[in-house]
């Protein structure tokens, strides 16, 4: 039971950091596309780089939390 608690307080934990570096990534996104006037499918500044900024700040928030929390522990 104990291992099981664990193991679903790690995932939450890795679900929260996936949405906090989705919401920098919205940021910062955002900042980049409105400083530098990239355009994408029509869209310029904030409303073409903050979906981008937001998916890839998610993908990566998910990947490293879930490969730094979830990861097995090897016996050294």
């Known amino acids: 039971m104990k291992t099981m608690v664990k193991i679903l307080l ?3 934990a890795v679900i929260l950091i996936g949405l906090v570096s989705a919401v920098i990534g919205f940021i910062i996104g955002s900042m980049v596309f409105a400083i530098f006037g990239f355009e994408f499918y029509g869209r310029q500044g904030y ?9 890839l700040g998610a993908l990566i928030g998910l990947v490293a939390g879930g490969l730094f929390l979830l990861r097995k522990r090897t016996a050294k």
Do not use: Q
């Not at 780089?49 to 998916?55: D, Q, Y």
């Open 10 to 12: 790690r995932t939450v």
């Open 47 to 55: 409303e073409a780089g903050g979906p981008i900024g937001f998916v």
